[in-house]
């Protein structure tokens, strides 16, 4: 059975076409400029997948979307399928779905954030295979978190929206936080563009700066706690740009068991090394996710 699956992102669309195996056939990338410049690539890259003329078995029979946020995700709701308050002023308010579904038809097209895409692929075919309850986090030019609680994402009221809790600052620390809506939330504090502000080059520059990572994996730390406290999940997956700089993983295991400090003793956090853990797909979680995005689709 073939899929197709489209990983919606701030700067870049990766559309591509799998199997139940999670095997990627065919690939392609779009940049994310302005939804009428953007959106007719896609489509068009998907209408080739289904074409009549192709033989049923070389067609998709579902499109999964995993999508930047925040979208609006809850089944029923009149704006399900659309981009909400974005950054991305062009994307505000678009109806990514529908505009997908007006175009290709009556295939199926599941739909998630493009975490908990990343999320889905880690825990089919990844790092967290087989677990029901794990977060998948993002660390880059924002901050987003993807979950699963007994098998099944986490929407609620919209989705979570872990980037944004609020941190204490670590004393000495004079940075005001990159945030525009919280100044020193999670992400105001450990983004790349709140490293960048705070040092003054970006993350790549900085590697040789002991200080800088022992800052910032104090604040990851401090959230990796409260998401242990909260969802207590079995692992948790740390991703995007800036946990590229990988003498982060030691230091972030070590300041969140000396937050714990012990008031938990699990199987997990005696093996932080796998319980704090980066994503094992190279790259292809958050594709991979949005094949298993559209078989989901068919199954419903
Ligand atoms: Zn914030």
Redesign the pocket.
């Known amino acids: 059975m073939l899929y197709g699956a489209l990983e919606a992102g701030g700067t870049k669309m990766i559309c591509a076409v799998g199997n139940e195996n999670g095997q990627i056939l065919d690939q392609t990338t779009i940049p994310t400029t302005t939804p009428e410049e953007t959106m007719p690539q896609i489509i068009e890259y998907f209408k080739t997948k289904i074409d009549e003329n192709l033989p049923e078995e070389d067609r998709i029979v579902a499109l999964g979307v995993a999508c930047f946020g925040p979208v609006d995700v809850r089944e029923g709701s009149k704006t399900y399928g659309n981009i909400l308050n974005t950054p991305k002023i062009a994307w505000r308010n678009y109806p990514i779905v529908k505009t997908l579904k007006d175009a290709l038809g009556d295939i199926p097209i599941g739909f998630d954030t493009d975490v908990n895409g990343s999320l889905l692929g880690e825990a089919t075919w990844g790092t967290a295979k087989g677990l029901t309850d794990a977060v998948y986090i993002t660390i880059g030019t924002g901050i987003g978190m993807g979950a699963i609680s007994g098998g099944n994402p986490i929407h609620g009221q919209l989705h979570p929206e872990a980037?944004?809790i609020?941190m204490s600052k670590i004393p000495g620390d004079e940075y005001k936080?990159h945030?525009?809506?919280?100044?020193a939330?999670?992400?105001?504090m450990a983004s790349g563009p709140a490293i960048q502000e705070r040092w003054g080059k970006p993350a790549q520059e900085l590697r040789e700066m002991p200080e800088v990572w022992e800052l910032e994996a104090k604040y990851i730390a401090q959230a990796l706690t409260a998401i242990t406290l909260i969802l207590s999940p079995q692992k948790i997956i740390l991703g995007g740009g800036v946990m590229g700089q990988s003498q982060l993983f030691p230091l972030v295991r070590k300041y969140t068991l000396d937050y714990l400090n012990n008031y938990i003793d699990t199987k997990e956090l005696r093996n932080v090394n796998s319980y704090i853990t980066p994503a094992a797909l190279n790259g292809n979680q958050g594709i991979m996710g949005a094949i298993k995005l559209a078989e989901l689709a068919t199954e419903e």
């Open positions: 980037g944004h609020i936080g945030c525009p809506t919280h100044g939330c999670f992400e105001g």
